[in-house]
């Protein structure tokens, strides 16, 4: 088989982003999350900080997510949604990666050989999260799981027409609070290697994130 790609979409606090991470490193695979960002960024002669304003992560409200750059920029979103998915494309064609959010799951569509997941968690189990591993404010993190929810919804449904966690448009819907990050990744990665009847190298995926613990997006 070719290059596969695994798509991931996760509710906040669910530790979508570290089960991302590791899976790509037992998979031996990229992972692309804010590369994204930083190419698009580079692609259309901006700051990283000004494309960073239409990611999922500033969550500060429906049309903050929709228009970054003003309500009156909607082309201009629309120029970098299809940046990006030009970039999702790109990648996808020409190696085996993850990608985590952005619509990839709409943009890869008609790839050959996708799997599109979806991690959740239950409302409890991702405040803990947020107030153990990041250490955030219990009052903070409530808002933040509130703010980050709406805007990724509203944006997913925007661009792709659809919900993030529709069943329909997903191959594997997932509790991280079942087995954690670690256990969630092994199991995932099981399933992979069945999926795509890959022989998948551990070991040899990037090394150049972050621990899981020390970023906010998850």
């Known amino acids: 088989m070719g290059n596969f790609v695994i798509t991931i979409n996760r509710d906040f606090g669910s530790l979508g982003r570290p089960i991302a991470k590791r899976l790509a490193e037992l998979l031996g695979i990229e992972y692309y999350d804010r590369d994204i960002v930083e190419a698009t960024a580079k692609k259309l002669h901006q700051p990283v900080s000004v494309i960073s304003e239409a990611e999922e992560r500033k969550a500060s409200g429906f049309f903050s997510m929709l228009f970054p750059l003003g309500r009156d920029t909607a082309p201009h979103q629309r120029t ?7 970039f999702i494309q790109e990648v996808a064609s020409k190696q085996s990666c993850i990608i985590v959010g952005r619509c990839a799951d709409y943009v890869l569509r008609d790839h050959p050989s996708v799997m599109n997941i979806y991690i959740y968690a239950s409302y409890a189990d991702r405040l ?3 107030v153990g591993p990041l250490h955030m404010e219990k ?5 933040m799981i509130a703010g980050v929810d709406k805007a990724r919804a509203a944006y997913h449904r925007y661009w792709a027409g659809y919900a993030a966690n529709d069943p329909e448009h997903n191959h594997i819907i997932v509790n991280s609070a079942l087995l954690e990050v670690e256990g969630t990744a092994q199991a995932l990665a099981a399933i992979a290697r069945v999926r795509f009847g890959a022989d998948i190298a551990p070991g040899e995926g990037r090394e150049d994130h972050a621990p899981a613990a020390a970023s906010q997006d998850v």
């Open 128 to 130: 803990a999260n947020c």
């Open 80 to 86: 970098l949604f299809e940046t990006q998915a030009a």
């Open 139 to 143: 009052s903070v993190a409530k808002k």
